[in-house]
């Protein structure tokens, strides 16, 4: 069983504070003052998340992100690299709902 995790979970050994694990799913995000727009999550972890977009957010956009079943939490963009997108949640996620949300939108 381990050996299949390992496939789909990101060390967090290579300076991340945080384990990642690859996940597939559709959030919502909102800027400040801006429409709420969706996008495809691949990653989250405890402290943040990636997502892919055609029109990323500049670098430290502060925006809102609506992940499936959790409230509205707030997340810092850290990195774009063409379509994707790396945020920080300024609140990092309890481990029990890192766990939940890892397992219910692994791919």
């Known amino acids: ?5 390992s496939s789909i979970t990101k060390s967090a050994a290579d300076g991340r504070r945080a384990v990642r694990t690859d996940v597939s799913a559709r959030a919502r995000l909102r800027e400040a003052g801006m429409n709420p727009f969706d996008v495809d999550l691949f990653d989250l972890s405890a402290t943040g998340f990636r997502f892919f ?34 945020c920080e ?18 791919k």
């Not at 069983?1 to 995790?5: D, I, K, V």
């Not at 709902?97 to 939108?105: I, P, R």
């Open 53 to 86: 977009s055609y029109s990323p957010p500049a670098v430290d956009t502060h925006l809102w992100v609506n992940l499936p079943g959790l409230q509205l939490l707030e997340a810092v963009v850290r990195r774009v690299d063409g379509t994707n997108c790396g």
């Open 1 to 5: 069983m381990s050996g299949q995790n």
């Open 89 to 106: 949640f300024v609140s990092p996620l309890h481990p029990s709902v890192t766990q939940h949300m890892q397992a219910k939108l692994r």
